[in-house]
């Protein structure tokens, strides 16, 4: 059963930086994709950042030159370094990974807010 845990939410200034981890566990192939969506209330759930097996990263636009994802293959972990931040960063951030089946995490919240 493929779990995902994640930590490294909660409220900054603007500005400030967060750095947000998941921990996966329960996945048998080495080859999958990582990465991070968020939703904003009353919006879509968007991707944020996603990081293949290899290291090839995706951003979205908004985000660009102020997140960095990387990966930890041996710890089948994943990171969001969020510096910069803003209050339209605010939002729930979900873990993803994507195998054969895709899977989710429970959500947390970022707050970017004075």
């Known amino acids: 059963q493929v779990q995902l845990v994640e930590s490294g939410g909660g409220l900054v200034q603007p500005g400030g930086s967060l750095r947000l981890s998941c921990a996966a566990s329960?996945?048998?192939?080495?080859?999958?994709?990582m990465g991070w969506y968020r939703q904003a209330p009353g919006k879509q759930r968007e991707l944020v950042a996603k990081?293949?097996?290899?290291?090839?990263?995706t951003y979205a636009d908004p985000v660009k030159g102020r997140f960095t994802i990387s990966r930890d293959n041996a710890k089948m972990t994943v990171y969001l370094q969020m510096d910069s931040l803003k209050p339209e960063d605010t939002a729930v951030y979900y873990c993803?990974?994507?195998?054969?089946?895709?899977?989710w995490g429970q959500g947390m919240q970022v707050t970017v807010s004075s």
């Open positions: 990081i293949s097996s290899g290291g090839s990263t």
């Open positions: 329960g996945i048998t192939s080495r080859m999958y994709v």
């Open positions: 993803n990974a994507v195998t054969l089946r895709e899977y």
